[in-house]
């Protein structure tokens, strides 16, 4: 999903940053910086994108500055980006559902958010939410242009894999506002 909503992410991001949040060994992040853009790379434990960044961009110092790196546990630390700062969010495999109201607040009017659930692959239903729910986490502050849903898991389970992609609302201030 990242490579077929990539270039209108960049565009959109407008010269912010974009997000990568949970990052693993920063696959999203590597294909962004194809575009120009500045990513910041969030996860708890860098290693592997460090590993991946020094052999796969050794020979574009360009495109490693590019990359930020940000060692953040989404889980216990605060988030720190503030209201309208980035141009941009992927999240891919990992889902918290705490961190869609920051999304939506940091993410610029136009932006761009990102979302893939986990696989439904083997025991993973348990941590997938049930049908509706991240689109009712997006309604508010986002229009859809991209959403998809896959039941997985045993009869009678109400779990899902998600797949979207979302793009920021002006706030009503800025919608009555516009010039």
Known sequence: MVRQFASKM??????KPILDVA???????IFLSQFGCRIICIDK????????????MQT?????????LLQLDLLLEE???AEGSVGG?????????????????SLSPGGYL??????GCGGNYLELPPAGYVRSLLDWGFELELYQERKVGPVGRDAVTTLSVARRKASSYEAEHQT
């Open 10 to 15: 960049a565009e959109a991001a407008a010269e």
């Open 23 to 29: 990052c693993g060994s920063g696959r999203n992040a």
């Open 45 to 56: 434990n860098l290693t592997e994108l460090r590993k991946r960044a020094t052999s796969e």
């Open 60 to 68: 574009s110092s360009a495109k490693k500055q590019l990359l930020e």
């Open 79 to 81: 988030w720190p980006f």
């Open 89 to 105: 969010i992927v999240n891919t495999h990992f889902f918290l559902p705490t961190l869609f109201p920051l999304f939506e607040s």
């Open 114 to 119: 990102i979302f893939e659930s986990v696989p």
